[in-house]
């Protein structure tokens, strides 16, 4: 079974602070995507990374995906309470079938 | 606007009884998605289809009944339901080209609750 470990579960800190949410797996993906969700709705897509070694930032947020499509890295610079929300990694396999694997997600929040 | 909608976005049920969530596309998305989403498991995957008429199990499909008679339609069935199927079921779309998933478009969710 393919699984995407997220690190941490969990994160409260201060607005202003910078932070780095890890995804990582033993297995090769195509690509991978960072979904961010908030209360009551539904996950929404942040960022695809299909390169190994690809950086792409979306303002404050840049997302890493590894050299050897294993693991991702999500950071974010001078974070808002606007930020706040619930990050899941997901991963697609090169087997076709259009499914993606999730993370179990990292809960952040950021506290004015 | 077009997107994805989910409905009920809430449904409260008792156990035994039969219920069906629904979901609609506007996008004519090949792909379809339904997932559960609980406390200390993340999104688990229930059911899938890659086009109309094609559907296949996911994770956790017992318990559960889908049909895609039509590309913008993919209903969920709690044959009957139990406490366990208490949760947030999320409905998801994607279009793939090749090797590249374009990612998910989710709907809203439907909390539904089994007493």
């Known amino acids: 079974t393919q699984l995407l470990e997220q690190s941490p579960q969990f994160l409260s800190i201060q607005e202003g602070e910078n932070l780095t949410v890890y995804c990582n797996s033993s297995?090769?993906?195509?690509?991978l995507q960072w979904y961010r969700q908030e209360p009551g709705e539904g996950p929404v897509l942040l960022v695809t990374?299909?390169?190994?070694?690809e950086v792409k930032k979306l303002k404050r947020l840049t997302f890493q995906f590894g050299d050897a499509r294993k693991d991702s890295s999500l950071h974010i610079t001078a974070a808002q309470p606007g930020d706040t929300g619930l990050y899941l990694c997901a991963g697609a396999t090169s087997s076709n079938t259009g499914k993606l694997i999730f993370g179990q997600g990292t809960t952040l929040q950021v506290k004015p | 606007d077009a997107g994805i909608t989910q409905s009920p976005r809430y449904k409260i049920t008792e156990t035994g009884r039969q219920v069906t969530l629904m979901c609609h596309q506007t996008w004519s998305h090949s792909y379809m998605f339904w997932y559960r989403q609980d406390l200390g498991h993340g999104l688990r995957l229930i059911y899938y289809s890659a086009a109309a008429d094609i559907t296949d199990k996911g994770e956790v499909p017992d318990g559960y009944v889908v049909s895609r008679s039509k590309t913008e339609n993919f209903p969920l069935t709690l044959e009957s339901a139990t406490r366990s199927q208490t949760s947030v079921y999320f409905c998801a779309s994607s279009e793939r080209v090749g090797i590249l998933n374009y990612g998910y478009t989710f709907g809203s969710g439907t909390r539904l609750t089994v007493v």
């Open positions: 990374v299909v390169t190994g070694g």
């Open positions: 297995s090769v993906f195509s690509s």
